[in-house]
Structure formats: structure tokens, C-alpha cells
């Protein structure tokens, strides 16, 4: 059956699975990949990881394809007179939240509002109401609230997918469900294609508290090289060409020094040879993503990363380009068709021709 | 009633735009109301006859329309200007879904992430621009045009004792005003109003007074609920009015001072309520009515709704129950003597 991307992207996105709660996204794709790799690990932090076996000869290279699983989320900090205030687990943008639906995850699931003050009482409308000024409302009696939440319950946005304009979609956790949906594209696609390589389909978890699951994940598997997936910023209103990069251009290669510059120059080879869009993203430093923790795993893994812009990023309405999310998924394929049983020699640092003349 | 207010609420009227919610009053008026005449500016005029025993011209009103926004322009990367219809608090909308047009289209309200930009200061409304995916100024023009409104996209949802949805104000007392003409009759003629345009000025009630000429008005409406917990720097720590405590009576508005022998009656017909507290700020179409022809005795009859004017307001069930029951008792007993000095 073909995949439906839309369907697929709306499913993994609804899923609330914050930093360290990522058990409802991973057992979903526990579903989604049973029949596209060939068996399944979980390191000690909940990464999920997928093995689809190559047809090399053992001991086979094995290439590290890393998609965090994890969305920016809240806890339950205090609850009082039957509101509800929150501190974030990481990332989450207060200013975005006043009349937001939420959803708290309390003794049952209940559906919950941000309010303030109304403007005219607050302490000042000019100024986005603080975390410490906006309380969840959940429209129940105050000793019902108390039962049902407890400090540290998890709470998620609460936002549907909706249909944009041309081939876009919104909705919440496009950072980083758009990646695993490009990633599930991509197994999808090599069931179909010969490949030498393992591969290895990490579903990370904890990527937006600091990347620990893509560092214990290839500790783990211990990858000859590694693609991390993530999303970066696409142009928008407030957001120029200088910050962000185009949606339905293409998804970004990262240039930098946490990257391979060889494994970066055959990646580019290989997307210019099936003629799709890329963007060059420049990264002089840390990439803030799963790339920095897998590129200093062991004894070190050539990596790259491949982001997908969206709009809005880290509020409920993130905006994504669904021919980006396909674009991954074929350039991923391709890539992993294209390895031969030597491709560490080619990109090794004494190939030089100079070098080596 | 909960049937009602849900459709009445999902129905879309930003001011000025309100033929939506016109025919879905119309349709649950009709077999009840007599002499329904539309005016000029668009209000939904009638009279559900009495029983005859009390000679008096009782006006009732709602307002149809609501809060919103409308199209004033396209940017060239296909994105939308607007400006507010109505009074909105503007740091409501980043990241905000909204509907644009009459055909609806989906859109969201642009914010930039936070890894870029971390001012807390609110951005004005002019420098926000709506998304809804178009890539050029053509396409969104397209989907859009100059004037459009747009509306909160929201869902109507039941959430045990309260209800959660948008245009409460003023749904919640086309739904309740519904309900009474579709009741037992009154001893008197009751002459409803459903007024357009009030969330831009009171325009509608205005015209549609001058047209019913009532002895007395009153005014269905929602008002704030400002219940939340406070802190201590918060400079205003009033309580304007309290959710569950019943249809809120306003003495005193920045549009007008209720007349005390109609707050009297209305607080002794022995239903739940209570009073919103008297302050210099809001104001309903009693506004105009009080003041309109030779002068109109008013009073306004509230529902306590939190987070009015945003796409998720908060009312109880028995609040908005107690509103048309109120109105009814309120009504059952009224005679001229009410108003006698």
C-alpha cells in the first residue's frame, strides 16, 4: 500500500510525546516500521532504533539515520483555585500561548485553554503575559482540578493538522515529526532497492533538552556514518532569506564543522544527480541538533544533517512543505542504494589526490 | 439550549458581515416572531406577541455580530495584512488559526520562533501578517479579497459544568433571547432585536431603538469573568464578575448607568445572579438604547465569560441557563408600576 505522507504526517504530529515522554510517538512507529526493517533495539534513554538489515557481506558498514522524536512540552508546576501554571521542559515560547489550547495530561486527559488577565486589568498590555501570569483553564470546579492534575503532568498543545494553501500543512511538532515521516518514506522506498549497508532508523529521544538520545543511540549501534533529520527555519513574515530558507526549496544540507566535508561533497553529488532541490545551510559551530552528539560518538562518525524548513517553528502552528518531506525521503534512499562496501576509502581524510600522488 | 448556542456559536458574523448568523436566527425565530422586518443596516427586527394584560413596549436585544479581524492587504510572499474589527487584545494572536472569507480559508497567524527573537514586547497588529501557504501576492489575492473578515477558527466543546467556543459574546444572548420568544408569552408585546455591528460601536442597536420606540430595554449580553488567580503586581485585583455565580446585572458601564428600578426588579424575581462590578470600562448596546428617542430605561443582563473577545472563551452552563430564566421570571412580573419614581 502507498504511503499516504499527509495521513502519516497528521498521525505522528497529534501524538503528544514531550522530552523524556516519548512512549506514545515510538510505540506508533514501532507500528509504522514492523514491516519495513527487520528488527527493532530501544537504548537506555528510549530511542527507538530500527535495523534493516543490507546485502553485504558480514561484518556489513552500517549508515545511522537519526530523526529526534521528541516535541517541546510543559509540566504542571502548581495548581490553585482550579487554574493550572506551567514551567516548560524546553523551548516552549510563553509569548505564543495566551488563548492556546492545551491539553493536560492529568488523571484523565483534559482539554484546557491559556488565559491572563483581561488587557485592560493586566499588568501591561504591551508586554506578552509571562509564564507566571497565564494559567490553564479546564473549565471544571476547582476541587475536580485538584483531584485530577498534580504537579509535573505533562501538558501538550493541543492543535490538529490543517490544510494550507499549495502543498503545505500545519500543526504542532512539525519540529521533528516531518523528519521521521521523511525517514519511514525512506525505508518505504528501500524495500523496493537493493542496498550493502545496514541501516539503521533511530527515532532519538530528548533531542530539544540537549541531544542525549541520538548520543546514547549511536553509542549503541555504533554507526560508520551517520544523517541526522531535523527541521530549520523557512522564510517567513519576520524571517528573510539572511535566517531562514525557502519552503518547497528543498530541505538544507548542513556546511560546518560539525559535518563531514567529504561525506557533504558525495551527498551533494548524489542530489544533484537526481536533480532535486537542496539548500546549503551554514552552520560555523554547534548545529543544535542530534548531529553534534553522533559526530563525537566513540571514536568519532562522519555525519551530515539534512533539515527541513518550517514556519512558526517551537508554536502549534509550525508550517512545512510536503514536497520537502518527499525530497528527504528519495535523497535518503538513494544515498543508501548508492553505498557500495567501500565508501568509507572514498571518504576517508588520506584520499587526497595530493596526497596520495 | 446547549444545541443552540453550539451552532449559533460556530456560525461566523464579524461585524458589518453578519448574514450567516442572521438567517440561522431567522430560521429558529420565525414560527414565533411576528412582523420580522430587516432595516437597513441589517439588524433582525420583530415582535412576539403578549398576552395583552401589561401595556407596556418592552424591547429585548443581542447582538449578532462578533469580534474579528479583515483583510487590508498582501504582501508580496503571498501573506495577508489585516487590521481588528472590534476591540482585541492583539496579544492573543500569534500563532492563532483563523478562518479568511466567506469561503473560509484556513490560515495562521505568523509568529517568528523564539530562537530568533525573544522581545516580549507586543507586536503591533499591523506588523503581523496571516499565512495561509500562498507563495505570491496573486494567489492570496486568489483566495482573498480587500475586506474580507476573518474569524477565529475554533471549536465548540463541552467541558462538564462550562462550554468553551468563540462569539459567546454575544451568541450566548441571541441563543438565550431565542429561547424566550420560543416560551410561554409574555404579558406584553415583546419587541427582540437582533442587532449587527455593536463590537464597532453600538450601530446596529442604535437604529433598530429608534425604530421599536420601547418604553424599556433590556440587553442580553456576555461580559468579562476575570476569576484567575492574581499576582500581586498586577495593578487592577478587581473581580468583575464570578463564573457560577449566576447572569451578571451591570449597574454602571462605560456606556451607560442602568436605571436602579430595573436592577431592583431584576434582583428580586429570586434567580441566581449577581452584579458585575461597577467599573468604567466595557459597553453594550444598552449604550445606545438608553439614550436613544426621549431616553429608555435599560439594564443589561450579562453572562460571566472569561477570555472574551479570543477564540476559547469560558462560560458556565448554569450561568447562561440562568440568563433566559432570569429574563423570564423578570418579565412574568413586570408592570408599569416598575417605573413608577
Redesign the interface.
Known sequence: MPLDLKTLVKNLSEIAAPSGHEGPVRELLRQEWATLVDEFQTDGLGSLIGIKRGMGEEPRRRIMLCAHMDEIGMVVAEV??G?IRTVDIY?T?Y??L????VLVHGRRT??G?F?????????S??????A??L?I?????AD?VADLVRIGDLVTFDSTV?????E?L?GKSFDNRVSLAALTLCLEELKHREHVWDVIAVASAQEEVGAHGALTAAYLIQPDIAIALDTT?G?????GDD?GFA??GGPTLGLGPNFHPRLYKAAREIASSLEMKFQTEVLPGDSGTDAWSIQVSRDGVPSLLLSIPI???????E?VDLRDITRVGRFLAAFIAGLSPDFLAEIAWNTRKDNSA | MIALLRELSQAIGVSGDEDEVRDLILSHIQDYVEDIHIDPMGNVLGVRRGTGAVDLRVMAAAHMDEVGLMVTGFDSDGTIRFKAVGGLDARILPGMRVLVGRDKTPGVVSWVPIHLNRSDDAVDIDRLRIDIGASSRDSAQNAADLGDRIAFDSSFVELGPTVRGKAFDDRAGCASLIALVQGERFPFDLYVAFTVQEEVGLRGAQVAAQRLQPDIAFVLETTACHDLPQNPDEPDQTTITRMGGGPAITVMDRSMISDPRLVRHMVQVGIPCQFRSPQHAGGTDAGAIHRSNAGVPSVVVANPCRYLHGPHSIMSISDFEYQSQLLRAAWMALTPSVLER
Do not use: C
Not at chain 1, 495566551?98 to 489550547?101: A, N, T, V
Not at chain 1, 522564510?235 to 524571517?239: H, I, R, S, Y
Not at chain 1, 514556519?311 to 502552528?317: F, K
Open positions: 490553585r483555585e487554574f523551548g515560547d509569548r505564543a495566551l488563548s492556546e489550547r483534559l482539554q485553554v488565559g491572563a488577565a483581561p488587557p485592560h486589568m493586566a499588568r498590555r504591551k508586554k506578552y503575559p509571562t507566571e501570569e494559567w483553564d479546564v473549565g471544571l470546579p475536580e490543517i490544510q494550507l494553501k499549495g503545505k500545519a527555519f522564510t517567513q513574515t519576520g524571517v535566517e519552503l518547497g514556519r512558526n517553528m517551537h508554536t502549534p502552528v508550517i
